[in-house]
């Protein structure tokens, strides 16, 4: 099995159910009680480095089997999604976001910036890009990763959900309450305001530089340029 597609499906599938599994309210809450919060964490953070590891040597030693060729329009679709997905990466890893460990004092603070577009920015950039690169690869092997991170993502806004409203309750409701899961739904129902100068000026240009830095080299770092004509 080693060197097979069947292994890199079963090393993805390890590590999308080892977060579903550890994240989950129940078990999470049984381990933390156990054995303490950060004594968790760094059982989480070990196992999901090591299960990550496997998937990458999987993708890496498994054959490259092309089902299609995707035009060359969907692969600029492709390209202009992962763009938006980087702008809710960056913006949700730097910005004070309740959802993020160890930042649920953000909580009662207006949602602003990216928060008032969704309270999941990072997952739904972890979905987007998966989405991107599904429609951009006809390679057994890139179906079978970017399958499994759509399927973790969208998995891992439920759970942060319904843990949060475990923990933390009438607060985690009211903060709910004023933002959404869905990107722009809070914004069109009038519970949030999109202002973008909120976001930062400098992680839009942050944004931007990685997104171009990464597009030029994507077919030396990769083997595959998204736009052929800016590629190094």
Known sequence: MTGSLGELAAATAAFVASHI???????????VARIGEWPFRIIYSTVS???FGWMIAAFAA???LDLWTPPSALR??????????????????????????GQERAMTAPPGGIL????????????????AHLLASGDARGIIVFAGMIVLAAAGMAHLDIRKKAAMGAAWEAFAARTSVWPFA???????????????????GLVLAVYAGLLYSHRILFGVAPIPWFSA
């Open 21 to 31: 599994a550890l994240s989950a309210a129940p078990l999470r809450g049984q381990v």
């Open 49 to 51: 480095l090591a299960l």
């Open 62 to 64: 498994a054959p490259r």
């Open 76 to 101: 600029l679709l492709a390209a202009a999604i992962v763009l938006i997905a980087f702008v809710l990466v960056v913006a949700g890893v730097t910005a004070p976001n309740p959802t993020a460990v």
């Open 116 to 131: 008032a577009v969704t309270r999941h920015p990072m997952m739904w950039g972890i979905l987007l890009w998966g989405i």
């Open 186 to 204: 809070a914004i069109t129902a009038g519970r949030a305001r999109l202002n973008i100068a909120e976001l930062g000026w400098g992680r839009i």
